[in-house]
């Protein structure tokens, strides 16, 4: 039974293209996040959301557009996919005050 | 701001070894401090956790951490490395506000027989 399960694992696409990646959490967590992982393993916070609300949104490019439906659902819509967006995008979980933070298995990002 | 620095990008040891993975930090405020592993090709698991109450932290696995508020430290180790100890380790710090974790670069950890 996953607690933070994103869907698709891997995820290999032209440059220009649009892609999204979805993100579920059964932890009854109120907050959830989508971290970067680059070519270096260094990971970085792109955005959180707390009760479906835009918390951090750390000067990422607008090509990225974060979608919390509900709060157990946080997606990542990306336009205009370019060679750097090339990465492994984790979503995370946690309860609110506590940045203890269960993470998915991570979507790995190709742009050719 | 607050900040983690892992010293050693990849640390090699023989199994049955004594594990020592260096983490530094910075905070303005008291910290809340983890250690995450992460296995190839799979999400970030939590080892650990430091958040004010005893100092000497044990996390599965066999690992453990010693918060040092004089060395701002909070080094990972484990007394017998296993092969499958061989992973990334990252250490962690909670932002000023507790909203979101800094991470430092990594730490590979490589384990001969």
């Known amino acids: 039974d996953t607690a933070v399960s994103q869907t698709p694992k891997y995820l290999v696409t032209q440059m220009g293209n649009d892609k999204s990646i979805k993100c579920e959490q059964n932890?009854?967590?109120?907050?959830m996040y989508w971290y970067k992982q680059d070519s270096k393993k260094f990971l970085k916070i792109m955005f959180s959301?707390?009760?479906?609300?835009?918390?951090i949104n750390e000067t990422v490019p607008n090509r990225f557009s974060p979608k919390s439906p509900d709060k157990a659902h946080l997606n990542l819509h990306i336009n205009s996919l370019e060679l750097g967006d090339s990465a492994v995008y984790f979503c995370?979980?946690?309860?609110?005050?506590?940045?203890?933070?269960?993470f998915g298995q991570g979507t790995r990002l190709t742009v050719v | 701001a607050q900040s983690v620095t892992q010293l050693g990008s990849h640390v090699s040891v023989s199994e049955g070894a004594l594990v020592l993975l260096r983490c530094n930090y910075s905070?303005?405020?008291?910290?809340?401090l983890f250690w995450y592993v992460q296995y190839p090709n799979q999400g970030l698991q939590l080892l650990l956790k430091?958040?004010?109450?005893?100092?000497l932290v044990k996390g599965i696995n066999g690992f453990e951490a010693e918060f040092k508020k004089s060395e701002t430290s909070f080094h990972l180790t484990k007394p017998s490395a296993h092969m499958s100890d061989a992973a990334e380790y990252f250490c962690?710090?909670?932002?000023?506000?507790?909203?979101?974790?800094?991470f430092g670069t990594g730490t590979r950890l490589l384990v001969s027989p």
């Open positions: 995370a979980s946690s309860q609110q005050g506590n940045t203890e933070a269960f």
């Open positions: 905070s303005s405020v008291p910290p809340y």
């Open positions: 962690a710090v909670s932002d000023e506000s507790f909203q979101k974790l800094v």
């Open positions: 430091y958040t004010s109450a005893a100092t």
């Open positions: 959301y707390n009760n479906k609300e835009l918390i």
């Open positions: 932890l009854g967590h109120d907050t």
